[in-house]
């Protein structure tokens, strides 16, 4: 006890060697706030709708809400496999190998410095998967499906070395415009309570990254803008360059 009491004037003196004296590496004195733990509800949320499955969403929409499921009775897997592995899958692998070599920070990719090389590995893989239904014989209209996420993907890399939109809301955007222009110009459709499920799932979405604080307010309302209006514009173009080659085959 004598001991103690006689070290606590050096200590006192000197706090920044308190932490060498007791092995701890730290100083006593000094205070770590303890960090904040996300919130759970906005995390899931996040996970649930994160762009990855963006193309897996939009491909089993089809299947739902429109003749899809009759005129490719039978070929859901067919569809939703080599969608599933080009977009989720390679996409995912990439980040946790660059996380696993340290190029890149976390997961999340917070740093915007973090994104191209993801965003590269994406764009590939979206490639692929274009070719795989063109050479399949797909509709025009399906395949601007396909090309809405590279052409955002592009916008994306070259926004973020300014300014950090929202992928996550380029992602759900991309999914209500495609939905927006396959029903109005393709198949002739209403579908209001869908409409109004995916706007929700919208707002939700935009909730959770701000309250995760991975983004400003104007970044996730451009963010889901961009990816609705260029979504709802590919398909649109698709659908007229399918009508303008069936009347130049007649």
Known sequence: MIEETDNVPEIRNNPANAGDKYGSGKSPFSYEPPKEKE????????????????GVYSVSL?????????????????????VFFLTCVIPASSIYFLRKAG?????DLKNRNDR?????????????LIYYFVSA????????????????????????????????MMGIGALIGC???????VKG???????????????CLGVSRLTLQRHTPG????????GLIVSYLCVLVGAYWGVIMFIKNL
């Open 116 to 128: 191209f090389i993801p965003f590269v590995a994406a764009f590939c893989s979206y490639g692929l």
């Open 39 to 54: 919130p759970l509800l906005a995390r899931i949320i996040s996970i649930i709708l994160h762009p990855f499955f963006m």
């Open 189 to 203: 459709l209403n579908p209001f309570i869908l409409f109004i499920i995916l706007f929700i799932l919208a707002g």
């Open 137 to 168: 014989g797909l509709y025009a209209w399906f395949i601007g499906i396909l090309v809405a996420p590279p052409v955002l993907i592009v916008i994306a890399a070259v926004t973020t070395r300014y300014w950090k939109i929202s992928a996550h």
């Open 103 to 107: 190029l890149i920070k976390d997961y």
């Open 219 to 226: 970044q996730v309302y451009t963010g889901f803008l961009v």
């Open 62 to 82: 089809l299947f739902l809400y429109t003749d899809f499921r009759l005129i490719f009775a039978g070929q859901f897997m067919r569809f939703i496999t080599p």
């Open 179 to 185: 939905t927006l222009s396959v029903c109005y110009y």
